[in-house]
């Protein structure tokens, strides 16, 4: 997946005296603080990362608080779609004016109806209705199908919000589960 990129950082961590006994613990923890959260540094959501420590050296903070500077080489795994970026989602809702999915299980995708193709059109029958093709009556979305899409735009509210546009061509690249 495109949106999904491998980084290398040089970092200092800063570590309480109380957990120098392991290093290497307590850096961990506090990157662990910053998973599934938007790092403007990074520009994107850390997923995972893996440290190694540089060397046994530390610099000591000036000042009231006394913690102290880890230097850290850090391999990040980084989650950050851009605009006409093909991603792949589960839908999970679906309404007369839009298609909700779920991205890498994690994140959310809104696709509205200004945005889908012309080509579906909505059925509400059961449980959240479906979108059929006008051409392909075989050709369904319903909850549980996995889509791809290209992204329109995305934004930031306390977690990361991703709008989508349906790519042209929503047939090709439409893979039902059932």
């Known amino acids: 997946m495109e949106a999904l990129r491998e980084a290398e950082a040089e970092l200092t961590v800063y570590v309480h005296p109380s957990n120098d006994t ?3 613990r307590a850096v ?13 540094r990074f520009e994107g959501v850390l997923l995972a990362h893996e440290v190694v420590v540089n060397g046994d050296r530390a610099k000591i903070l000036n000042g009231l608080v006394p913690y102290f500077g880890v230097p850290v080489h850090a391999n990040l795994l980084l989650y950050s779609p851009q605009p006409d970026m093909i991603l792949e989602g589960k839908v999970e809702l679906l309404g007369k004016e839009s298609i909700h999915a779920i991205v890498l299980g994690v994140f959310s995708a809104a696709i509205m109806a200004d945005d889908i193709n012309e080509k579906f059109k909505f059925k509400r029958k059961g449980d959240g209705g479906k979108f059929i093709s006008r051409s392909d009556r075989h050709h369904v979305i319903r909850k549980g199908s996995m889509i791809r899409f290209s992204v329109k735009r995305y934004r930031l509210i306390q977690s990361l919000f991703v709008r989508f546009k349906l790519i042209e061509y929503f047939h090709i690249y439409v893979f039902c589960l059932c």
């Open 22 to 24: 392991d290093v290497r």
């Open 28 to 40: 961990s923890r506090q990157l662990s603080t910053t998973l599934f959260s938007y790092e403007d």
